[in-house]
Nanobody, 129 residues
Framework: QVQLVESGGGLVQPGGSLRLSCAAS????????IAWFRQAPGKEREGVSC????????YNTDSVKGRFTISRDNAKDTVYLQMNSLKPEDTAVYYC??????????????????????WGQGTRVTVSS
């Protein structure tokens, strides 16, 4: 059974940092592209960042460029999202997702939710003073 489990969410002040983790089991993580999505209350799910299975190809949505960095450690079956300079508008539930198209970040529309096969349950991030 495939499981993606997010962790690392919490409450942080504006300008602060958090690192989210996505731990995978039941699949060979190094064969999947991984993405982070988020969903704020009353809003649609939004793609944030994604990374290829190998070669470190990544893609970030414009609103997080220069602030968020996605990385992965295939030996640990874990993908990370380092979030710096957090803003109140980053408040959301953050989900990781896996896509069997391992080079998805290098293709058009890499953060389309329909292209992802497996999803985690989410971790909540609240940015507030």
């Amino acid at each position: 059974q495939v499981q993606l489990v997010e962790s690392g969410g919490g409450l942080v002040q504006p300008g602060g940092s958090l690192r989210l983790s996505c731990a995978a089991s039941g699949l060979a993580l190094d064969e999947y592209a991984i993405a982070w999505f988020r969903q704020a209350p009353g809003k649609e799910r939004e793609g944030v960042s994604c990374i290829s299975s190998r070669y470190g190809i990544s893609y970030n949505t414009d609103s997080v460029k220069g602030r968020f960095t996605i990385s992965r450690d295939n030996a640990k079956d874990t993908v990370y999202l380092q979030m710096n300079s957090l803003k109140p508008e980053d408040t959301a539930v953050y989900y990781c997702a896996a896509a069997s198209d391992s080079l998805l970040p290098n293709r058009p529309g890499p953060l389309s939710p329909a292209k992802y096969d497996y999803w985690g349950q989410g971790t909540r991030v609240t940015v507030s003073s």
